[in-house]
């Protein structure tokens, strides 16, 4: 069974960075898709960056500037590197895979969430 496994969050100071990381359990073969959501409490799970197979990436207007979307093949891991981290950056984030781990048919997975919380 495929998993994604996120690491890499904690607790930071406003004007901080962190550098999340998303490593799949199997090879990954493709992605079509990977993103990086956030759910802050009482709030809607959202899209916080998106990069696609042809290496196109987009951001939310919120952390445009401030977050990098990437992926290292050789470790089957995507990263999302936050700098110049705001208190309205605190939510659990979470990493999303559309492709092919561990298996040419092609699925979506997630991980299990980190908790990154900033203070002012």
């Known amino acids: 069974q495929v998993q994604l496994v996120e690491s890499g969050g904690g607790l930071v100071e406003a004007g901080g960075s962190l550098r999340l990381s998303c490593a799949a359990s199997?090879?990954?073969?493709?992605?079509?898709?990977m993103g990086w959501y956030r759910q802050a409490p009482g709030k809607q799970r959202e899209l916080v960056a998106a990069g696609t197979s042809d290496s196109n990436t987009n951001y939310a207007d919120s952390v445009k500037g401030r977050f990098t979307i990437s992926r290292d093949n050789t470790k089957d891991t995507v990263y999302l590197q936050m700098n110049s981290l705001k208190p309205e950056d605190t939510a659990v984030y979470y990493c999303?895979?559309?492709?092919?781990?561990?298996?040419?048919?092609?699925?979506?997975?997630w991980g299990q969430g980190t908790q990154v919380t900033v203070s002012s």
């Open positions: 199997r090879t990954i073969f493709r992605i079509n898709v």
């Open positions: 999303n895979i559309d492709g092919q781990i561990g298996t040419y048919t092609r699925r979506t997975y």
